[in-house]
């Protein structure tokens, strides 16, 4: 069975910073897309960003392009979220989800794998 684990959310005051990290584990695939959703309350579910296997670069949402980033550590199976510059409107929980295809997919319903999501607060 997959699992994935996301951690690392929390408060933090508009322009800081966070780094989400979503380890994932009890797969063999040899490729794999990874994504980053979140959900604020009320609103519908959204994709924030997504790295696969087969890309060399990450896709983001306009709305955090030039502020989040992903990166990914193969060893320890893990990638990571960093989120930098940030705004009030990035609250929400924020979720994490694999699927074993390419390239990688804003769709919330192709994806079966998820984390049980972490939640960011951006309040002075």
């Known amino acids: 069975q997959v699992q994935i684990v996301e951690s690392g959310g929390g408060l933090v005051q508009p322009g800081g910073s966070l780094r989400l990290s979503c380890t994932a584990s009890?797969?063999?695939?040899?490729?794999?897309?990874i994504a980053w959703f979140r959900q604020a309350p009320g609103k519908e579910r959204e994709g924030v960003s997504c790295?696969?296997?087969?890309?060399?670069?990450?896709y983001n949402i306009e709305s955090v392009e030039g502020r989040f980033t992903m990166s990914r550590d193969e060893a320890k199976n893990t990638v990571y979220l960093q989120m930098n510059s940030l705004k009030p409107e990035d609250t929400a929980v924020y979720f994490c989800?694999?699927?074993?295809?390419?390239?990688?997919?804003?769709?919330?319903?192709?994806?079966?794998?998820w984390g049980q999501g972490t939640p960011v607060t951006v309040s002075s």
């Open positions: 989800a694999a699927e074993n295809f390419t390239p990688c997919r804003h769709v919330a319903e192709l994806y079966d794998h």
């Open positions: 009890g797969f063999t695939w040899d490729y794999y897309s």
């Open positions: 790295i696969s296997s087969r890309d060399t670069d990450t």
